[in-house]
């Protein structure tokens, strides 16, 4: 079982649309979380971390359950420009080494 | 301010070859990773640095060799390279043992034929 496991998509989103979508990790010593985003052959970049309580950022909101060992990500009022793959992360302390999940592709179309 | 870079950005080279591939970050961070990022595997660690002098093992270290003999560089020596070695490599840099945030590099793409 990997460590860090997502859907790989793709959600098709019509454009203003709400789309979520949920990664699981199996490490529950896990101590950090975030969500990074990826565009077609570019490089990761960070999107927002995760906190205990949920947090929002804009348009985004991410959640954490720590119990069910799962994290999530919202986005509202989908843009094209959203269109990309999202990386759920996992470190287990200080975020010196972190474990990548496969990504989630989000296709945002008109 | 150019952050860090990568070079080359892409590569093709034959199997057995030696091949080495650059980092360099300006902002004197004190982690550094390689990373590479295959279609059905996501980003794994390849090795890292705290500090120079000091690197580690990631979770796939095999049949690569790192060195840090300054802060501000972190090449990547594919020693003998092999056709599963084939991927993108992505170098990133984090500031402290606190900070979050890793800033990755635009990444290398190597072709071993």
């Known amino acids: 079982r990997k460590e860090v496991e997502q859907d790989p998509g793709p959600f098709n989103v019509p454009e203003g649309a709400t789309v979520a979508f949920n990664c699981t990790y199996s490490?529950?010593?896990?101590?950090?979380f975030f969500w990074y985003r990826q565009d077609c052959r570019k490089e990761p970049k960070l999107l927002m971390s995760v906190y205990s309580s949920g947090n929002e950022d804009g348009r985004f909101t991410a959640q954490l359950n720590r119990a069910s060992q799962y994290i999530s990500l919202l986005i509202r009022d989908s843009k094209l420009s959203d269109s990309a793959t999202y990386l759920c992360?996992?470190?287990?302390?200080?975020?010196?080494?972190?474990?990548f999940g496969g990504g989630t592709r989000v296709l945002v179309k008109p | 301010d150019a952050g860090i870079t990568q070079s080359p950005r892409y590569k093709i080279t034959e199997t057995g070859r030696q091949v080495t591939l650059m980092c360099h970050q300006t902002?004197?961070?004190?982690?550094m990773f390689w990373y590479r990022q295959d279609l059905g595997h996501g980003l794994r660690l390849i090795y890292y640095?705290?500090?120079?002098?000091?690197?580690d093992k990631g979770e796939v270290p095999d049949g690569y060799v790192v060195s840090r003999s300054k802060t501000e560089n972190f090449p990547l020596t594919l020693e003998s390279a092999t056709r599963s070695q084939t991927s993108v490599y992505f170098c990133a840099s984090k500031g402290l043992a606190g900070e979050e945030t890793q800033y990755f590099g635009p990444g290398t793409r190597l072709l071993v034929l």
């Open positions: 902002w004197s961070h004190s982690y």
């Open positions: 992360v996992v470190g287990k302390a200080a975020g010196n080494k972190l474990t």
């Open positions: 640095s705290a500090a120079a002098d000091i690197t």
């Open positions: 490490n529950s010593a896990s101590q950090s």
